[in-house]
């Protein structure tokens, strides 16, 4: 009897579970009939997994997004207040800025870069500290900071209105130029230096690398241009100097007669005896061309501060003696000063509120 209601149950058990297989569209067993209803079951069982999942994935994309974006917001807030607050200088922030066309002043419109001040202002730093074993950490090593960040600045207003200046007349330095001044300045008393022991050098006292100075030297030639194309005052009194040298070498009395519009006043000196290859503005080169007692033409300075003209008074094998007239040029910084007056500079950094020396 127990034997037979075990049975009798395991019959509707099986009968139960195959009524709700085929309410469920399932058949039993897979033929060539029923495979299709088979394999959407299937397909129908995975779209469960598979769609969760799309949905998980695009909220995944969107949050990344935002991470991504408010990490760049932090990273360029971080940036700026390292930058523009705490003045960092150090070799990291200085790669950002010349990477990065940011601005530490304007002048008349002209973005000043900031790497340009920073090449400058660590420069100094490097030759404070290398070759003059001032500590920056003292009061004097403070007070020069003070200074030469200061003149950093200024010397980088200079040169982004000598851009502006340039760009405004079509005025360029030429590779040929460049190379020219460059091969000047590697002269010495015992012939012309190797470009790389001249390197070499430029990187132990400025810690500029060959394309740093490049670009350093193009500016400075740049703002010499700009001066003398713009300085009309000191081109006329220049060419009444050069008419009065082809009626008399007597320098002195050529100074003590003249007058100069604009209020320009001619400068006489003496070089005493100087090494052939003084760098002083390419003027003893000039002098070796003269004979004893001859007056040389016009010379513009590679200093950039003037026209000269030159008398050769002595020579030796290895030295020169000259007298010289200068004719100073006042235009570019007179102009500069007008425009600093009238409110067109503007600095993006307060360069007394910080004491950084951080390199």
């Known amino acids: 009897m127990q034997l037979k209601t075990k ?3 395991k019959k509707l058990i099986n009968n139960i579970l195959k009524k709700k297989k085929a309410e469920e ?19 129908a069982e995975g779209r469960r997994f598979k769609y969760p999942v799309q949905y998980a994935r695009h909220h995944l994309v969107r949050n990344a997004i935002f991470v991504s974006l408010a990490a760049i917001v932090l990273l360029l807030v971080f940036g700026w207040w390292r930058l523009y607050l705490a003045q960092d200088t150090n070799t990291f922030m200085y790669r950002v800025t010349r990477v990065l066309p940011l601005s530490v002043a304007s ?6 870069p900031y790497s340009d001040y920073l090449m400058k202002y660590r420069s100094s730093v490097h030759y404070l500290e290398q070759k003059e074993q001032v500590s920056l ?23 982004a209105y000598a851009t502006k200046l340039a760009r405004e007349n079509k005025i360029t330095v030429s590779d040929v130029e460049l190379e020219s001044f460059l091969k000047q300045q590697r002269q010495s008393s015992d012939g012309e230096v190797s470009q790389q022991t001249y390197d070499a050098v430029i990187k132990d006292y400025y810690d500029w690398s060959p394309d740093e100075y490049r670009m350093t030297t193009r500016n400075k030639l740049l703002r010499q241009k700009v001066a003398y194309y713009i ?22 009395s050529i100074v003590a007669s003249s007058k100069g519009s604009g209020g320009i006043m001619l400068a006489y000196g003496k070089s005493g005896w100087v090494p052939k290859s003084n760098q002083d503005g390419g003027l003893s080169l000039e002098a070796l061309k003269l004979k004893i007692g001859q007056v040389s033409d016009s010379i513009k300075s590679t200093n950039g501060d003037g026209y000269y003209f030159v008398k050769l008074t002595g020579l030796n094998d290895t030295q020169v003696n000259y007298e010289y007239i200068q004719v100073p040029l006042s235009k570019f910084d007179t102009s500069l000063k007008q425009i600093e007056e009238s409110g067109k500079i503007h600095r993006y950094i307060d360069i007394n509120q910080q004491q950084d020396g951080n390199k």
């Open 137 to 159: 950490n003292s009061d004097d090593g403070r007070r020069q900071i003070d200074f030469i960040k200061e003149q950093a600045m200024q010397d980088s207003i200079a040169d």
């Open 107 to 112: 002048v008349d419109g002209q973005s000043v």
């Open 7 to 9: 049975e009798i149950m």
């Open 231 to 252: 300085d009309t005052d000191a081109t006329k009194l220049s060419d009444s100097v050069s008419e009065s040298v082809k009626k008399s070498s007597d320098f002195k």
């Open 25 to 43: 569209g399932s058949p039993l067993r897979i033929t060539n009939d029923t495979v299709a209803q088979h394999r959407e079951k299937v397909l």
